[in-house]
């Protein structure tokens, strides 16, 4: 496969960083068997960590999220809350019509 055809995410048990083909629901990782829920790109909020500045992806709804480079947790603020339900619809439809482009 492609690089464009795989997608990364951290083990939510040991944090080592797993590929999967886009589209998987699920990611067995490879290191402690723990199976991952995959998050869909519009299912996903980023903020920067509030100590050390690495990008932090984190589920919509999240109140903080902790950094898996120097272990802080960052508070979600209402700036990176879940956009509304329409916001969120547009963005699935623009995640569609990129899928079915190809």
Known sequence: MN???MGQMVCGSCRHLLSYPRG??????????VENYVLE???VGQVVCGSCNVLLM???GAPKV???T???ETEIGDQNRRPPLSEHKRRARQ????VQAG
Request: overall charge positive.
């Open 70 to 72: 120097c272990r802080a």
């Open 95 to 98: 995640h569609l019509k990129r």
């Open 41 to 43: 790109e519009h299912e």
């Open 24 to 33: 998987a629901r699920y990611v067995e990782c490879a290191c402690c068997l």
């Open 3 to 5: 690089n464009h055809e």
């Open 66 to 68: 902790r950094c898996a």
């Open 58 to 60: 984190y589920p919509y």
